[in-house]
Antibody, heavy 117, light 106 residues
Framework: EVQLVESGGGLVQPGGSLRLSCVVS????????MHWVRQGEGKSLEWVSG???????YYLGSVRGRFTLSRENAKNSVYLQMNNLRAGDTAVYYC???????????WGQGTLVTVSS | SYDLTQPPSVSVFVGQTASISCSGD??????VSWFQKKPGQSPVLVMF???RRPSGIPVRFSGSNSGNTATLTISGTQAMDAADYYC?????????FGTGTKVTVL
């Protein structure tokens, strides 16, 4: 059974940082592309970032330079380091699996990030 | 940037057919996925590669994609199909989701 479990969300002040983690079981982050997708309250789903098996990373324009996606094969995990957070980054963040340019098929349960003073 | 536009809402009576459109420039040149999203739940893949149903998705769900428009169709809509639906495609290794459509089952 494939499971993706996110953690690391919480309340942070504008300008602050958070690191989201996604621990994966049933598949290997070494051989699968992984993504982070978010949804703000009352808003659409929004793709945030993706990482390929070669370590290539891609970002939504509004987070490029502030967010960094990485992978740790030994822990079968991916991480999203989020710096200089803004109110507009407030959302539930989902970890997901699927090939870049392909089908995103497995999703985690999400972790809530709230950016507020 | 690449945009995918969906109607904000679609209403359908139980047992009738609901069609949800997704419009984007030359969308028919690539594969489209569709996700069902209910409050408090993770998105669920209901259609991939335009018209393929994942295991466990009822046959009443079907899809098509041509020109600038992809369409998700729910035939014989059930009350359990009430949800938000999002199309999804790619723009040079960057994912793009549609604006979302709220399906109300009457």
């Amino acid at each position: 059974e494939v499971q993706l479990v996110e953690s690391g969300g919480g309340l942070v002040q504008p300008g602050g940082s958070l690191r989201l983690s996604c621990v994966v079981s049933g598949i290997s982050v070494r051989s699968d592309d992984m993504h982070w997708v978010r949804q703000g309250e009352g808003k659409s789903l929004e793709w945030v970032s993706g990482i390929g098996t070669a370590g290539d990373t891609y970002y939504l324009g509004s987070v490029r330079g502030r967010f960094t996606l990485s992978r740790e094969n030994a822990k079968n995990s991916v991480y999203l380091q989020m710096n200089n957070l803004r109110a507009g980054d407030t959302a539930v963040y989902y970890c997901a699996r699927g090939p870049l340019m392909g089908t995103i098929d497995y999703w985690g349960q999400g972790t809530l990030v709230t950016v507020s003073s | 940037s690449y945009d995918l536009t969906q109607p904000p809402s679609v209403s359908v009576f139980v047992g009738q057919t609901a069609s949800i459109s997704c419009s984007g420039d030359k969308l028919g040149d690539q594969y489209v996925s569709w996700f069902q999203k209910k409050p408090g739940q993770s998105p669920v893949l209901v259609m991939f590669q335009d018209s393929r149903r994942p295991s466990g998705i009822p046959v009443r769900f079907s899809g098509s994609n041509s020109g600038n428009t992809a369409t998700l169709t729910i035939s014989g809509t059930q009350a359990m199909d009430a949800a938000d639906y999002y199309c999804q495609a790619w723009d040079s290794n960057t994912g793009v989701f549609g604006t979302g459509t709220k399906v109300t089952v009457l």
